[in-house]
């Protein structure tokens, strides 16, 4: 089902961030990965229940570049300033990728903000026996089996014009300045017992760039946290899986 989102462009701390909202209900935010490609459609049965926000991170999409972000928690208060300018009072949190490091970093903090999250394929923590892939050895040719074990179900190509080119090149620049050094926090895993909403970890089990090997690490570390893996799929598990995103949006109402 295609999504009729509403865009705003907001200034936060004086850069122009867009943010795509559709549905009514209670407020969710999802929080992306790192890239914009593919469209957000996969979000249709969330937008049937909640009011979905979907901020796009500074330095992809359409919101501003910030050449002076160095770290997942520049991430974090740039959305705690958005949160309040929003007014979102509690809202449910969905990370993905990089915005499950986002997600999970956020609610560390900030627990008191939220009534439940999901992490889905989170990046960001350490795990020496399952590391993550690093995006930045892979060519380009080679990132789609990387992203998806069926990658039909992904639907057609993007068109690879010079526009696509050239954001492309801009969003993997923004990834590089938090994780060209690695891409992992290693005070993360210290942290994460301070998330004390209900949490659901999701995982494609096929993921090749965050195994879902790491799933026992991360619901050992975030308190009463559930898991859900879904066979035949990879680390965009919810486009491959959309009942994935049926469990998410069944585990938020209830």
Request: hydrophobic share 45%; aromatic share 10%.
């Amino acid at each position: 089902m295609a999504i009729q989102w509403k865009t705003d462009e907001l200034k936060v701390n004086g850069l122009k961030t867009q943010v795509l909202t559709a549905g009514s209900g209670d407020p969710v935010v999802f929080w992306h990965g790192a890239g914009t490609a593919g469209g957000w459609d996969f979000l249709a049965p969330l937008t049937e229940r909640f009011k979905v926000y979907l901020p796009i991170h500074l330095g992809f999409g359409g919101s501003d570049d910030d050449p002076v972000i160095a770290g997942i928690q520049d991430y974090v208060m740039h959305y705690l300033e958005l949160a309040d300018l929003l007014k979102l009072g509690k809202f449910s949190a969905i990370g993905h990728s990089m915005g499950g490091w986002i997600g999970a970093q956020f609610a560390s903090q900030h627990a008191d903000r939220l009534r439940k999250l999901v992490l889905i394929a989170p990046a960001g923590l350490y795990d020496k026996e399952h590391p993550a892939t690093d995006l930045f050895s892979i060519k380009a040719e080679e990132l789609v089996p990387y992203l998806a074990e069926n990658p039909a179900a992904l639907g057609p190509p993007p068109d690879v014009n010079i526009d696509f080119i050239v954001n492309s090149y801009r969003e993997q620049t923004s990834w590089a300045r938090i994780a060209w050094q690695r891409n992992y926090d290693p005070k993360l895993a210290k942290w994460l017992h301070r998330i004390t909403v209900p949490t659901l970890l999701v995982w494609g089990k096929q993921d090749k760039i965050c195994p879902a090997s790491q799933a026992p690490v991360w619901q050992k570390l975030i308190p009463g946290s559930t898991v859900r893996i879904f066979d035949g799929a990879g680390h965009l598990v919810t486009h491959e899986k959309p009942e994935s995103m049926r469990a998410i949006a069944e585990f938020i109402a209830t």
